[in-house]
């Protein structure tokens, strides 16, 4: 593709080459016509007598209906009946013109003319040429890009390490791969599409792998940037096709990575391709039916910006969350990078200081400290080689989160008092840690004022206990604040549940601030559970609803 697109342009630099050579050599005809034509200036049989009576001619020339006047100052020309003819021819010098500078012009003009025709002509013919360029271009992509063809995956969960919650979500979906028929014959329906949703570097891709190879179905592998197209059509056919080679080979696998990249919501900045690929993908998605054997699973790390029409029921029925790996899974994610390295490693201790580290970190960490082990002279791998190339990693990857101690403890009392709080108030949540929030997705139609005010508290406990406890604001509350804020705008417009029917401008403010009231007063007489709710996120760095429950039961 890239080979036809450099002789494209090669092509067409000559041929722009050719327009500026046309385009010069029509402005010279341009000059040289307006050079050559008749310039002599018209003037009167007065004029003339002047020249004549003031001896100023040098010569005359006889030119059709005109005598042309030939002076030091320049030429002239007069209708020959306008003077005395034989006066002036008796005592200057006469030339007779013969018609061929007529001719000159008439041929300077059909040259001009034929000039342009020309470059119209050949602009035209460029333009044709550039479209079948283009269409032959095109359709050389298409068979390029468009050759689907099935991956084997060899990858399997043995491969990927600390998933244990996702594994079980996926275990009945490997199953149903590999036995359709059992399905089949209890009616069974299991979901079109599994949607992945997690922060970059989780593996989320590993994993689409880990569940083809384990089922030993083929893998369709498609990225969501490779569906955009310039022209428009292209997607939606890419798609269309992707479907169909993934029916020819039932039960099989469509992976869709990046699907944000085609699955945007449709909204006010509108892009006539990316929506006829949406619309295709959600026609095809509604195409096949639960037994076709066709699983689609798709990965995104911006699930808030995806259609609604493809989170609907029916299609991405089923969504797995993967968060950033807690202290056990880098522990198991380190003991898989290590296996085959020569080492001496407390794994221990490095899952420790890797707070935040997703597992393509922990990936890149393990490989880091191998290359320096090696560096150093050695033939086995450290712990001291992990804390030597631990702020190279992170220098070379902005979005990894790591603590010095003092923002553990900090966090731990942030993220500590958002769990307390939540338990506290029934508001369900399966599991806080110190670097994420997993509250329970709202799935019911009608919820009530409290339900509400209670979230807004969850949401609000972290920045106020630490407030609280430190007399300072931290920055780690500005994500959580807004989400307040967005509940709380909800709750007095959307919702209608304000004091009053006609919302005043402080009514907002006025909410916020009985909430956060009510809140201070509720840590105070929870400051010794939040001890031991921070105290148990540093040692565990997660802390599940049932945990937190035991910890307040034994404490009050």
């Not at 942030?414 to 939540?422: H, R």
Request: glycine residues 6%; charged residues 30%; proline residues 2%.
């Amino acid at each position: 593709m890239a080979t036809v697109r450099n002789y494209s342009i090669k092509t067409l630099n000559k041929k722009n080459l050719r327009i500026i050579v046309g385009l010069i050599l029509l402005l010279v005809l341009l000059l040289s016509f307006a050079v050559l034509r008749d310039t002599d200036t018209l003037i009167s049989h007065k004029q003339a007598n002047t020249l004549y009576v003031k001896n100023k001619i040098e010569k005359l020339i006889v030119d059709g209906e005109y005598i042309r006047i030939v002076t030091p100052q320049g030429h002239y020309k007069v209708y020959k009946d306008a003077i005395n003819k034989k006066a002036f021819f008796s005592k200057y010098p006469v030339e007779v013109k013969t018609d061929t500078s007529h001719l000159y012009d008439l041929l300077s003009l059909l040259v001009l003319v034929g000039a342009f025709l020309y470059l119209f002509k050949f602009l035209k013919e460029n333009r044709l040429q550039q479209i079948r360029q283009i269409e032959r271009a095109s359709a050389g992509s298409e068979r390029e890009e468009g050759h689907i063809q099935p991956m084997t995956s060899h990858v399997t969960f043995k491969d990927v390490a600390g998933i244990k919650d996702v594994k079980e979500e996926l275990e009945e979906i490997i199953d149903f791969l590999r036995e359709p028929q059992k399905y089949r014959e209890l009616d069974i329906r299991l979901p079109k599409g599994v949607l992945l949703v997690g922060p970059p570097g989780v593996g989320k891709t590993l994993i689409a792998k880990a569940v083809a190879g384990e089922a030993g179905v083929p893998f369709f592998y498609q990225s969501g940037a490779s569906f955009v197209h310039i022209y428009v059509g292209m997607g939606a056919k890419r798609v269309s096709e992707l479907f169909q080679k993934a029916k020819q080979h039932a039960p099989s696998i469509v992976f869709i990575d990046e699907i944000d990249a085609v699955g945007k919501s449709r909204g006010e900045l509108r892009n006539d391709e990316r929506e006829a690929t949406l619309n295709q993908l959600l026609t095809e998605m509604d195409g096949f039916e639960e037994s076709s054997g066709v699983i689609v699973i798709g990965a995104t790390n911006k699930i808030d910006v995806l259609d609604e029409a493809l989170l609907r029921a029916g299609r991405f029925d089923r969504r797995i969350h993967i968060s950033l790996p807690d202290l056990e899974d880098r522990k198991k994610t380190l003991e898989l990078y290590l296996a085959h390295k020569p080492n001496n490693v407390d794994v221990e201790h490095v899952a420790r200081m890797t707070v935040g580290f997703s597992s393509a970190a922990l990936d890149t960490l393990t490989n880091e400290a191998a290359i320096f082990a090696m560096r150093e002279g050695r033939s086995v791998v450290e712990t001291s080689d992990f804390e030597a190339v631990k702020e190279k990693v992170l220098l070379g990857k902005r979005k990894i989160l790591s603590f010095t101690d003092e923002e553990r403890h900090i966090q731990a009392v942030y993220q500590g008092a958002k769990a307390l709080i939540a338990t506290w108030l029934d508001v369900e949540f399966e599991k806080i840690g110190i670097v994420n929030t997993r509250l329970a997705i709202q799935e019911h139609e009608i919820l009530s004022r409290s339900a509400l005010l209670n979230r807004i508290k969850v949401y609000l406990a972290g920045s106020i206990a630490t407030q609280m406890r430190y007399n300072e604001q931290f920055t780690n509350a500005s994500h959580d604040i807004h989400q307040a804020k967005e509940l709380v705008r909800k709750v007095v417009y959307e919702y209608a549940m304000g004091e009053n029917f006609i919302v005043t401008p402080t009514e907002e403010e006025t909410l916020l601030k009985d909430v956060v009231s009510e809140l201070k007063a509720l840590l105070k007489t929870l400051e010794r559970a939040l001890d031991e709710v921070s105290a148990y996120l540093l040692e565990h760095e997660n802390i599940t609803h049932e945990a937190c429950r035991k910890i307040l039961l034994e404490i009050f």
